[in-house]
């Protein structure tokens, strides 16, 4: 070993030598920005998607479309899980449609999940068919036309 002198001879310099700064600002800007965009993902998923009123008349107008033209394996597959186990796709039909064609004419939530669909027959009757949120709306019970 040498003990000659050495081309760095100081003691190294200490890193941080100044106060601390507070970054509190940058903190708060990330925070409200995460905020801002998921309000945004949630506005554009309503936006896409549409409200639960809209997607549970577009399910029932699948459904009675695709039973009024005698497509029962599309409307069996709309049925929720209860109704499917209890409803052969054959049967379907008569469990839900009345004797003349119908549209759907509105829909409001009732709570619990479930949102009304209601029907109008041409003979101005109507039915009330019940839509709740199972992997996607899925029409699950019906009133009898009145």
Known sequence: MTNGPYLYDDDPAPLHTGTP??????????????????VG??????????????????????FLSALQQGDTDTAH????????ANLSPASIPPT?????????????AT???QLRVQVRWADDTTAEWTV???????????TAPR
């Open 111 to 113: 709570g619990n999940g």
């Open 96 to 108: 839900y449609l009345a004797e003349t064609p119908g549209r759907v004419v509105g829909a409001e």
């Open 21 to 38: 700064r507070r970054r509190q600002g940058l903190l708060i800007a990330i925070l409200a920005g995460t905020v801002l965009v998921a």
């Open 77 to 84: 597959q709309l049925l929720c899980q209860a109704e499917r």
């Open 41 to 62: 993902m949630v506005a554009a998923l309503f936006l896409v998607k549409g409200s639960p009123e809209e997607q549970a008349e577009q399910v029932a107008g699948v």
């Open 132 to 142: 709740i949120s199972e992997s996607g709306p899925r029409v699950c019970g019906s």
